[in-house]
């Protein structure tokens, strides 16, 4: 059944839709044919009978499938930015900005798994387009956490810069692996238990105004 083709007015014709939810349609559309069927696999014609609309409406919105591809991306690797800059902005507790890092990674798998397999499993990696935007995430979530590390700590940018890669790694590699392996721990736990590794070794580090 074609997503959302919408309700159909008397004539027989698909309601017309915002430019905005049609979008939206069609960015749905074509997120289910590339996870299912890889990139160079997926043809348009595929999104646009998923859709349930013709070709050229799909080319008004998106000129070709490469452009489609990284909306999707865009959409997606804004997400993720935003929920680990919201743990790091949410609370002063340090311990829980830790555990809502690593909770917004596992949260992304977890409810868009589709949506991370489609950032960290593409097939496109070697396109330079695609390979900006997924450096885009982890440098924009190494940002986030590095900011936070500085403010709180005091070390340099460049020791702060290597502690945030750290603990975004291990969140993002725990995160794929726990879905890859079939969710065999349950979410809160695996969260609580990826969050104390990393916490054990940042707590290591006094906040500014502490003695060493």
Same mark, same amino acid.
């Given at each position: 059944? =074609?997503?959302? $083709? ?13 430019? $905005?939810?049609?979008?939206k349609q069609l960015l749905e559309a074509a997120q289910e044919v590339f996870v299912a069927q ?6 348009? @014609?595929?999104?646009? /009978? ?6 050229p409406v799909l080319y008004q919105h998106f000129p070709g499938k490469l452009e489609l591809y990284? +909306?999707?991306? @865009? ?7 935003? #929920? ?10 340090? #311990? ?18 589709? +949506?991370?397999?489609?950032?960290? /499993? ?34 340099s940018r460049d020791r702060a810069e290597l502690l945030a890669s750290g603990l975004v790694g =291990? ?12 969710? #065999? ?6 969260? +609580? ?10 707590? $290591?580090?006094?906040?500014? @105004? /502490?003695?060493?």
């Amino acid at each position: 059944m =074609a997503v959302g $083709s919408g309700s159909t007015a008397a004539t027989g014709r698909p309601t017309r839709l915002p430019r $905005s939810a049609r979008r939206k349609q069609l960015l749905e559309a074509a997120q289910e044919v590339f996870v299912a069927q890889g990139y160079h696999a997926a043809a348009m @014609d595929d999104i646009a /009978e998923r859709a349930g609309v013709s070709k050229p409406v799909l080319y008004q919105h998106f000129p070709g499938k490469l452009e489609l591809y990284l +909306a999707l991306l @865009d959409t997606h690797c804004d997400a993720i930015v935003a #929920k680990v800059q919201s743990a790091m902005t949410a609370t002063s507790d340090n #311990k829980e900005r830790v555990r809502g890092a690593v909770q917004a990674y596992f949260d992304f798998v977890d409810h868009e798994s589709e +949506a991370f397999r489609l950032v960290f /499993e593409s097939d496109l990696r070697n396109e330079p387009a695609v390979r900006e935007r997924v450096e885009r995430v982890e440098s924009g979530c190494i940002a986030a956490i590095t900011d936070t590390i500085i403010s709180d700590t005091g070390v340099s940018r460049d020791r702060a810069e290597l502690l945030a890669s750290g603990l975004v790694g =291990a969140a993002e590699t725990a995160a794929q692996f726990w879905l890859a392996a079939g969710r #065999k721990v349950p979410k809160a736990e695996a969260e +609580a238990l990826v969050a104390a590794l990393n916490w054990r070794g940042i707590a $290591s580090f006094p906040l500014q @105004d /502490e003695p060493t």
